[in-house]
């Protein structure tokens, strides 16, 4: 049975970003795009009249997927702190996932002659996750708003690293596989958070 209507449209969003992960965003043709998703580049053009359209509404669904596999930090754990540990846990995690390591680099690669396009995927992965977290801090830790963002900020920025550096050059291989939030606690060191959420927190 044909797809058409929405269910058309997620359908062409999740063969494009399959399409520009594996051969980037220059390299992909909407005829290829076209031909994968067996739809016509008429029905492909009425839902996505240029490639950067697409590319942006592929942003936003990813927008969408990264969020709800991250959740917020409430999700994680009751007591606020060990939220918060977990939460940015969940963040490296996802880091290590293919899916989410090669839109990374997708966005770098195409910040000079797209930086609007690289700019919102830095604000799916990166804006969402520090906002939803100093919420959270605002919420139970009597933050200001401003203090809570600096501190989410610091917290993430000590969370990714080294790991995020060494995904992005290959040094460390990206898994094929959702990573399952089960296995948090062997896949992340989730004491080196808790030491940076310490030395982070206001006293």
Request: net charge negative; aromatic share 6%; charged share 30%.
């Amino acid at each position: 049975m044909a797809r058409r209507g929405e269910a058309l449209r997620e359908h062409i969003l999740d063969t494009a970003k399959l399409a520009f992960l594996e051969t980037g965003f220059e390299r992909t043709s909407m005829d290829a795009i076209a031909a994968r998703a067996e739809t016509s580049k008429r029905s492909l053009y009425a839902h996505f009249p240029t490639k950067d359209t697409l590319f942006l509404a592929v942003v936003d669904r990813v927008r969408d997927l990264f969020g709800a596999r991250m959740g917020t930090p409430a999700d994680y754990a009751e007591q606020p702190e060990e939220a918060v540990v977990r939460y940015c846990g969940r963040f490296v995690q996802l880091l290590g996932w293919s899916s989410v390591g090669r839109m990374v680099r997708l966005g770098i690669g195409e910040a000079d002659r797209l930086p609007e396009l690289a700019a919102g995927l830095f604000d799916v992965l990166f804006g969402v996750t520090t906002g939803h977290l100093a919420a959270h801090l605002v919420a139970t830790s009597g933050l200001a708003a401003d203090e809570a963002e600096a501190v989410a900020n610091e917290l993430i920025g000590l969370a990714v690293h080294p790991a995020l550096p060494r995904l992005l050059f290959g040094i460390d291989p990206l898994a094929e596989e959702v990573p399952d939030r089960a296995r948090l606690d062997a896949d992340v060191d989730l004491d080196r958070i808790r030491r940076y959420l310490r030395r982070v927190l206001p006293e």
